[in-house]
């Protein structure tokens, strides 16, 4: 069978009412497309900002290629992928940080910025990964720790080294910088909302949602919106070195 036939298939096995099933299969088209604007985009920017495209593409289509197994993994079981959701997050998070190093690099952002950024969320995803998926009666604990190394990532980047950076850099950079924080703040404020669904806590009203759902909705902005915003960045930069 070929790819088309297979899409058009699968397509036919999602109720209409399935909204998970349904966003998963959205969210892997989603990420596809957007992988393919990122590195198509790339060769048109100067050097320097290359990477950063390289990596706003690596991220989307990681989540492509586990979007398209959880996809999978959710039509054939329906149950909620976990091992994969949390593979995929290990990976882009971090690389998700490499970018906030990436573009205060020319202010001298130094490496041990970017490993305490990597070292924070990778301890946020593994405590949630144990709270979700090994130790769910004390989901409550493991969701806590996790939202304190949140809390530490958007303290770093909102008033620690690398706020101090952007607005050394300035200009372009500094309003980049600007946005991507708003990102982590309120847009991965989305997570901890699909993990409050999903999980049994203090918070149970929320079950009534679905974990999955939020979970995609929030991949599908994070993900693709931080990429964006990178994007806009080197194409600022690279109109204002040419006007020089
Ligand atoms: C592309 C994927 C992204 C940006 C994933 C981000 C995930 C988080 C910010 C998850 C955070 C969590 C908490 C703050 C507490 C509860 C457990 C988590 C892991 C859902």
Request: with cysteine.
């Amino acid at each position: 069978m070929n790819l088309l036939t297979t899409i058009v298939s699968e397509a036919q096995q999602i109720a209409t009412d399935d909204y998970v099933g349904f966003t998963f299969f959205v969210g892997c088209m989603a990420m596809m497309a957007a992988s393919a604007f990122f590195f198509l985009s790339m060769n048109s920017f100067d050097r320097k900002w290359r990477t950063s495209i390289l990596v706003s593409g690596l991220i989307t289509f990681i989540a492509a290629v586990h979007y398209w197994y959880m996809r999978d993994y959710w039509g054939s079981f329906g149950e909620s992928p976990t091992f994969f959701r949390y593979v995929d997050w290990v990976l882009t998070v971090p690389l998700m940080c490499v970018e906030f190093y990436l573009i205060l690099k020319v202010a001298g952002a130094k490496k041990s910025l970017m490993w305490k950024l990597i070292l924070l969320s990778v301890v946020m995803l593994v405590t949630g990964y144990l709270g979700e998926a090994v130790y769910r009666e004390q989901a409550q604990i493991w969701g806590l720790i996790s939202g304190i190394a949140y809390f530490a990532i958007v303290y770093e980047i909102w008033l620690g080294s690398a706020k101090k950076l952007a607005v050394k850099a300035g200009g372009a950079v500094l309003q980049a910088h600007k946005m991507l924080c708003w990102f982590v703040l309120v847009g991965w404020a989305i997570y901890p909302l699909g993990y409050m669904a999903g999980t049994p806590g203090w918070y149970d009203g929320l079950n009534g949602l679905s974990m999955d759902v939020i979970y995609n909705i929030g991949d599908a902005i994070n993900k693709i919106g931080f990429g964006l915003v990178v994007y806009n960045l080197a194409v600022n930069a690279t109109a204002n070195t040419s006007e020089a």
